[in-house]
């Protein structure tokens, strides 16, 4: 868990990092902490994995890959393990996740997030995954998306 | 914006993280064979023209000890504006992606205790009228970490 000084550099920090020379030391005179204080604390808690990176949060469409397609699989749940594996390792795949079903109105059990220049290239990937799953496939749906309507990342409420 | 090869340079190891030094710029410009005000100027114009939609520190909202799912609504074409701007105005509406589907809004949702997301998917219902689906990771499989530009 996290203390209220760690807060406070999360929500210091959560829109981004100065783009200055020496941010850390913005952020202890911003904080009022020691430049020493604020890295020990900013390793801490990447070590604990409550930061995965200090970096670059790209946005693919402006980098070109224009077709984003969320594929849903229906695979046999006593499966999900090896085809999520399988699927983790394609270097098309950014995201894969086991997820529940909501019968009736939902029955993909397994999301891998595809990336390509086109809708053709990520077809073409979406069907090497189906057949790399072979019969474990019992249904797959591709979800374009069409518009980012909000990318702002985690937000914690409040100052 | 049109990228050259030295923003392709620094969308790539940027990606990969900051060091936690006193002046992090100037180590990783060093390492591109840029200056640290070339390297912060150009970040700076890779952020205004949202080729990156972020730079800092990436939280993990369930190692914060908070809740995140995945979930979506299926909405009327006509209505979407609408129902997302109602659904953005929610600080813990994290991502919010229009897809192509009969779920057609779906969002991340990132709250700081587990429980607040049941509150919040209650909340998010009276909000917009529309039933929620709720689908929270029950696992995560092991992916690449980077996009090469």
Not at chain 2, 25 to 43: C, D, M, P, S
Request: glycine fraction near 8%; proline fraction near 5%.
């Amino acid at each position: 868990m996290i203390d209220a000084t760690d807060r406070r550099l999360i929500l210091a920090t959560q829109a981004g990092l100065a783009l200055v020379p020496r941010p850390y030391h913005a952020l202890a005179e911003q904080l009022g902490l020691s430049v020493e204080e604020v890295k020990a604390r900013l390793a801490a808690m990447l070590e604990r994995g409550i930061i995965r990176r200090i970096a670059a949060v790209p946005n693919h469409y402006a980098l070109g890959y224009t077709a984003n397609g969320m594929s849903v699989w229906d695979v046999p749940d006593e499966r999900i393990r090896a085809c999520g594996e399988a699927l983790g390792a394609l270097a098309c795949v950014s995201h894969c996740y086991h997820r529940p079903r909501r019968l009736p109105e939902w029955r993909y059990n397994l999301f891998a997030m595809v990336h390509g220049r086109s809708r053709a290239e990520v077809e073409a990937q979406v069907a090497a995954i189906a057949a790399l799953l072979g019969a474990d496939d019992r249904g797959h749906a591709i979800l374009y998306s069409t518009r980012i309507l909000k990318k702002t990342g985690l937000r914690l409420a409040g100052g | 914006m049109a990228l050259d090869a030295c923003d392709r340079l620094i969308v790539n190891r940027l990606q990969r993280g900051l060091p936690l030094v006193d002046e992090p710029y100037a180590e990783v410009a060093a390492e591109l064979g840029i200056g640290e005000a070339e390297l912060l100027r150009r970040l700076q114009r890779l952020l205004e023209a949202r080729v990156l939609s972020r730079f800092g520190p990436m939280y993990h909202a369930e190692r914060l000890g908070g809740g995140l799912t995945l979930a979506a609504l299926a909405v009327p074409e006509a209505e979407l504006e609408h129902v997302s701007a109602k659904l953005n105005a929610f600080p813990e509406v994290a991502h919010n992606y229009a897809r192509a589907h009969r779920y057609n809004l779906w969002f991340v949702l990132a709250t700081e205790t587990p429980g607040r997301i049941a509150e919040l998917i209650a909340a998010i219902e009276r909000e917009t009228g529309y039933p929620v689906l709720n689908l929270p990771k029950i696992e995560e499989f092991f992916v690449g970490l980077h996009f090469e530009v």
